[in-house]
């Protein structure tokens, strides 16, 4: 069976509109900042795919040893019909709940939501082909904006994978998992990772790692900035920082300003003058405690079920019922 045609819910003009506007915000922002998912142009993304397989960084394969162990258990728990990833990427891990689900007999259909429509189409086609009994439908969409256009009916359990919560700030989450619950419906479920909190000399090797891939990573944001706008960075001009909040237990990436200079953003009409020493904050990755996370479930509306971590303690994921 081969994938449903995608539904699409995101135009490129919209994401075009939407990068206009948090460029213009951010860069006019003090401290200034950019939103991390404009990394991922198919640069940054082929960039990310090997930050996963560098040894400092551990938050992708923890997770994945999570799943390897408890796939079997999500299904026999959950026993779900319908099976939904936000921001679904390759959909590489879900695999592992693809095969305990339909081991177990029961899931009819596999939803993925991700911007973009290229890498949406590469990975349903690929699942269609390998899973041939189950619907494959595909949405372009924003988890942030199109929770709403989730298929309705059967025994839905929706993925948040990766630990991408921890992208979004504290008031941020409380929007997210409360839509999140709004479009589900009572006995429903949610799969969620989240990297843990642990000693920073764990962490912060895996936003800065030797290779210095990380770096190149951070940097892409600005030549995604520079092509689409015409702006001027010079992303050479910036050293990448990687920095543990103890106060809020996050990791912040930032770009540091090696010299005093002016940047131009013809498409916005926008011009942005940079101190040497000054820093652009691109990116927060929030790291949680388990109780932590069990509250903020409860505050939106879910009760967990169920909370596994790998043999090292690295990562967690939690298995919560929509109440």
């Given at each position: 069976?081969?994938?449903e ?5 995101l ?7 939407s ?6 915000v951010?860069l ?12 991922y ?7 990310f795919?090997?930050?996963?397989r ?26 779900a ?5 936000l921001?679904?990427?390759s ?5 592992l709940?693809?095969?305990?689900l339909t ?27 390998d ?19 989730l298929?309705a009916?059967?025994r ?13 700030l ?13 479009a ?44 689409e706008?015409?702006?001027?960075f010079?992303?050479?001009a ?10 809020n237990?996050?990791i ?26 000054e ?28 909370f ?5 303690g ?10």
């Open positions: 069976m081969s994938a045609p995608l539904e699409i819910h135009e490129e003009q919209d994401l075009a509109r990068l206009r506007e948090d460029v213009r951010g006019s922002a003090e401290p200034k900042w950019l939103p991390p998912k404009w990394f142009d198919a640069r940054g993304s082929v960039l795919e090997e930050i996963t560098l040894p400092e960084y551990y938050p992708t394969r923890s997770e994945r040893a999570v799943l390897a162990a408890r796939a079997p258990d999500i299904a026999e728990l959950t026993r019909k319908t099976l939904i990833e921001g679904s990427g959909s590489e891990k879900t695999r709940l693809l095969d305990a081991d177990r007999g029961g899931l009819g259909t596999f939803v993925a939501l991700d911007v973009s429509a290229s890498a949406l189409r590469g990975s349903t086609a690929r699942i269609a082909a899973y041939p009994g189950l619907r494959v439908r595909g949405i372009v969409g924003d988890f942030t904006r199109h929770l709403d256009r298929p009916g059967g839905r359990l929706v993925l948040f994978l990766g630990g991408t919560i921890g992208n979004l504290p008031a941020e989450r409380a929007e997210f998992l409360g839509r999140t619950r709004a589900l419906e009572s006995g429903d479920w949610l799969l969620i990772g989240t990297d843990l909190v642990k000693d920073p000399s764990v962490i912060v090797p895996a936003y800065d790692d030797t290779a210095g891939v990380t770096a190149e990573f951070n940097r892409n944001v600005l030549r995604v900035v520079n092509r706008l015409g702006a001027d010079v992303p050479e910036f050293t990448h920082v990687a920095r543990w909040d103890a106060t237990e996050w912040e990436m930032r770009l540091r300003a090696d010299r005093p200079m002016r940047v131009r953003v013809p498409e916005l009409d926008l011009a942005v003058t940079f101190a040497q020493g820093e652009l904050r691109t990116e927060v990755s929030a790291k949680f405690r388990p109780e932590g996370v069990a509250a903020e479930l409860a505050a939106a509306g879910f009760a967990g079920r169920a596994w971590t790998d043999p090292d690295l990562f967690g994921v939690t298995l919560a019922r929509a109440a």
